[in-house]
């Protein structure tokens, strides 16, 4: 029998959150939350930047984004594990709304794991390139 660690799970729980944003899941990911989740994005989106709390944050945070985006793929690319924190190493590509421009970037996801869910979160992101995508 093979034996999973603790951080492989939280990797694999993390991994599983990408697929289901993938295929217009969010409340598979709303389900991952633990109720007080910390939800940080630092973005030079007005619509997107600053703190949540909890998944009802959260939620409102993906209304915002998809009302802002349409993606293509959002596609992590390395997963690390120290402990209880996953970090995401990952690009993205998505059809700003508004203009019909593409965004194409890398970013950064830090999840802070409780429980077997996602407690903390921030994502970082190459403001240049979304900057541009608005222009």
């Not at 991994?15 to 389900?31: K, S, V």
């Not at 945070?61 to 992590?76: G, I, K, L």
Request: aromatic residues 10%; proline residues 2%; contains cysteine.
């Amino acid at each position: 029998m093979k034996t999973v660690t603790k951080q492989q799970h939280h990797v694999d729980v993390v991994a599983g959150l990408y697929e289901a944003f993938n295929r217009g899941d969010i409340e598979t990911i709303l389900r991952s939350l633990t109720p007080n989740v910390d939800w940080q994005f630092f973005t030079v989106s007005l619509a997107l930047r600053g703190s949540r709390r909890g998944p009802a944050g959260v939620q409102q945070f993906f209304q915002n984004m998809v009302s802002a985006y349409h993606f293509d793929h959002c596609t992590p690319r390395r997963l690390l594990a120290d402990g209880n924190t996953v970090v995401v190493l990952g690009d993205l590509r998505a059809r700003v709304n508004e203009n019909g421009r593409i965004l194409e970037m890398t970013f950064v996801h830090v999840c802070g794991m409780k429980d077997g869910k996602i407690d903390t979160w921030r994502g970082y992101e190459e403001s240049e390139k979304v900057i541009e995508a608005f222009s």
